[in-house]
């Protein structure tokens, strides 16, 4: 084993600086920021708000560990932490830098549920008992277990209490209603209904006809939190390789070996796939996932304060067919995102886009324009579930994805689950692995025609019953 790796903290930074990405991989997603002095690869908004990432090394070695944890993301950085946290040999490779995949690049909402599993959808496919269970393990699990790793380990993640689900068509606030229900049914009464002027105490915007509030969920700098567990688990004696693709996972006599370009990682006791979309380049179980892209922007600093917009400071998506989402951020901004497709816009479609969104919710403010933007790649199941898998082989291979979009803390919780699943303290992972998923035959092929007609059948849908809600 190398010896011990050193590491600073992560600091948020007063205000986003245009700087270059510290990504060594120009990876397919792009950052764009506005401006003429402009480097010609981008931070986005998340890496320019903290301080200089110094990079980790490259794995140019033949080593052993216990556990083999490939993706530097959410996933990723929590299964390693927690690992280290019970005195587990473990390495962790990323094939660029730290959380410059889907974890530095979403939304940074906190919300409850499984992708698109909630409460109701729990409630029909387990019993009363284990509906209770896996709600509040996706729900108070993951937001008290995040706000644990960000007090032991003294972390600034810029992290804000309450989440607003915002009802575009009065039809909608029954679903949101039945959705409340659901959730006090299993014992979470911490939504509360809000009529079409209360909504306004919160959303400075006439477009709403009321929605819900949710004191459990909330908002986070997600890169932030990702970097600081990064951080936890080198304080704690882990190893991190960056720029350290893995090309092979290959069952040998010695055991199961995790190849990169220039060195290799022999597992003795098993291998964590914490690689999101790129997970069926290493397993060929992987075929319940499709791809697709998400859209990002942050606007200029608002005249006046976010609280002119915000005026309780909460994140808020709202319940259209292609929904909103918005929050904001330091020093005054809005953070602004929307939109799933299965071929990945450019930058000057995607700005044009949530410009237009953007003015549907604050027509008023023509002083709003965008300074960052970025796109993001996600991948979805056919249930709505996350898939999550453990492949018993010369040692067990973990395996979770298809988030749909949602899932910065579910993502978490799960990594501390592998932890526990390893060392056998519970059950909790085989609790996920126990949702059924169908494979999706040439998924990945046919995303950028599937994905645009089962989204013209729902828009169908939504104009035919605009009171349904319907949401993608």
Known sequence: ??????????????????????????QEDWNWVDGDQKPEHPANYYEATLSTWAG??????????????????????????HLSESGVDTILLEKNRIGSAASGRNGGQLTPGLARWEAETMIENFDYDEACRLWRFTSIECFDLIREIVSKYDLSVDMRKGHLTAAIHPGHIGALVKGADARRHLGDDSVTMLGEYEIKEHINSEIYHGGALDSMGGQIHSLALVRGMI????????????????????????????????????????????VHDSTFKLLSESDATIPFYTYVAVTNPVAGGTETLL?????????QFQIDYYRPVKKQRILFGGQGTGTRWNEEKTIAYLTSRLETVFPERKDLKFEFAWSGTTDLTLNGATDCRKIEKQVPIYAVNGWSGHGVAQTVRIGKSIRDDILKNNDDFAMLTAIEHRSILLGRQLSPVAIPLAKSLLGLQGMITPGKMISF
């Open 1 to 26: 084993m190398s010896s011990k790796q050193k590491i600073e903290k992560p600091i948020l930074i007063d205000d986003a600086l245009i700087v270059p990405t510290s990504n060594t991989d120009k």
């Open 311 to 319: 005026p309780t400071d909460m994140a808020v998506y709202d319940t």
């Open 56 to 81: 980790l090394p490259k794995l140019e070695e033949e080593t052993t560990c216990d556990i083999v944890v490939i993706g530097g993301g959410l996933l990723g950085s929590s299964t390693a932490l």
């Open 231 to 274: 951080y936890g688990f080198v304080k704690n004696g882990g190893q991190v390789y960056e720029d350290s693709e893995v090309l092979e996972i290959e069952e040998t006599p010695e055991g199961t070996r995790v190849r990169t370009e220039s060195g290799s990682v022999l597992a003795k006791k098993g291998i964590v796939l914490a």
